[in-house]
């Protein structure tokens, strides 16, 4: 039976007997080569081989091993390979326990395997010798170390859940898919994006509103290419290059295409307006924006609801002052603070209802009617790709992973947003 069939079978039904057998080797024990298999690698936690020797004699090595809580002799090599990941090691007594056996391995005429005590000189007085014994229990020596099998078991457990977590789209699906495929094609504005980021989402809806034509370009901004390094070189999306120039920052790059005067504009003309405009587009960063994340990363479930009430008092001062009909911010019209808030609306329905179970608006109430005429907008529906693509990118989020993004070791730091 092979370690892999060992793990994935239920255990024998006599193991705990074998287990005891070979922790205390009472007399001589001789297991087959099956028994071997099955066996060993429940108890090899309690042996650590320290020893082979090749018999001249005979078809047969003979293997040595210390009861693990003795501990390596001072001196002992460290591996130096720099390949070989180094293991965490807890430091313990030495020489806590002085039991050795020895295994002998015979090959032919068939495979077995003859475990006994390494012998002891009598002690003083016809005492046991030290050493015949263990000092302690197998229930000590489980908790030192797991065997193979727990190892195992462990190993596939944590494979299958790697498999199993969902990770990041890296092409857009749905609706934006198709706009993707429109905007393929080489053009002297370039847009560096990623399908699944808010900041590019914003970029790439300004674009659409003011019908800009542009080549948009998937990037996978874990890997960081050059080309877009050479605009940003934090590797950040959304960027922009538009003939030899580039740019990055979305709240930047909405205001570049502002400035280009092409198609709708998304600031009215009178400058208090516009002025009134900026700064709830600071809001947006500022406050909601972090807020989201912090909700959406927080891992204590007590702190969670917190998360949640200080999203809604954020969101609920912007829709304060937005006007009374709407639909948009400012009126029938698509401005500045709807782009810039338009992916994290989104991504409330998105992402915060199936991980936090965010409780979306009534569609009556003002934010309500505010999200549906952004789901209804043609430049926002253009950019938004399926659910699942947001499902499965936010889990690495959701989860609190290591390193997810530059953002969310921004947000696990209290520090301001990259």
Not at 54 to 68: A, E, I, L, M, Q
Not at 181 to 197: A, G, I, V
Request: glycine share 4%.
């Amino acid at each position: 039976m092979s370690l892999e069939q060992v793990v994935a079978a239920q255990p024998p039904a006599d193991l705990e007997e074998w287990r005891r057998r070979l922790f205390m080797v009472e007399g001589t024990i001789v297991m087959s080569e099956d028994d071997w298999n099955t066996y060993w690698p429940y108890i090899d936690n309690v042996w650590s081989h320290r020893s082979t020797q090749k018999s001249k004699k005979g078809p047969f090595v003979t293997h040595y091993y210390d009861c693990r809580l003795k501990g390596r002799p001072p001196g002992t090599p460290v591996n130096q390979d720099p390949n070989k990941k180094k293991r965490k090691r807890t430091a313990r007594e030495r020489d806590l326990c002085e039991m050795k056996i020895k295994i002998i391995e015979a090959t032919a005429p068939i495979r077995t395997f003859t475990i006994e005590k390494v012998k002891r000189e009598i002690g003083v007085n016809g005492e046991e010798p030290a050493g015949e014994y263990h000092r302690h229990t197998l229930e000590e020596s489980d908790r030192i170390k797991r065997n193979t099998v727990q190892r195992q078991a462990l190993k596939l457990e944590k494979e299958i859940k790697r498999v199993q977590q969902k990770t990041y789209h890296k092409k857009a699906s749905g609706l934006a898919l198709q706009t993707v495929k429109r905007h393929s094609k080489p053009n002297d504005l370039k847009l560096f994006s990623s399908c699944f980021c808010p900041f590019a989402q914003r970029v790439w809806i300004a674009l659409e509103v003011k019908g800009i034509n542009y080549q948009y370009i998937e990037v996978d901004p874990y890997k960081k290419p050059a080309n877009l390094l050479e605009i940003n070189p934090r590797g950040l999306v959304p960027a922009i290059k538009h003939g030899d120039w580039g740019c990055y920052e979305s709240t930047v790059l909405l205001e570049y295409l502002e400035d280009l005067g092409v198609g709708q504009p998304l600031l009215v003309q009178h400058p208090q307006v516009r002025a009134n405009s900026r700064l709830w587009c600071d809001h947006i960063n500022r406050h909601i924006v972090p807020t989201f994340y912090r909700y959406l990363q927080e891992q204590d479930p007590e702190k969670i609801p917190e998360h949640a009430e200080e999203l809604r008092v954020e969101i609920d001062k912007l829709v304060n002052v937005a006007d009374a009909v709407g639909p948009f911010f400012m009126g029938p019209y698509i401005t500045l603070v709807d782009v810039s808030v338009a992916p994290w609306f989104l991504r409330l329905r998105r992402v915060l209802q199936p991980y936090r179970g965010w409780l979306p608006a009534d569609v009556n109430s003002r934010l309500g009617m505010w999200i549906a005429a952004l789901e209804a907008s043609e430049a926002i529906k253009n950019t938004t790709s399926d659910d699942a693509l947001y499902v499965d990118s936010y889990e690495r989020y959701a989860e609190n992973r290591p390193d997810t993004s530059q953002l969310a070791n921004a947000i696990n730091s209290g520090r301001g947003l990259p």
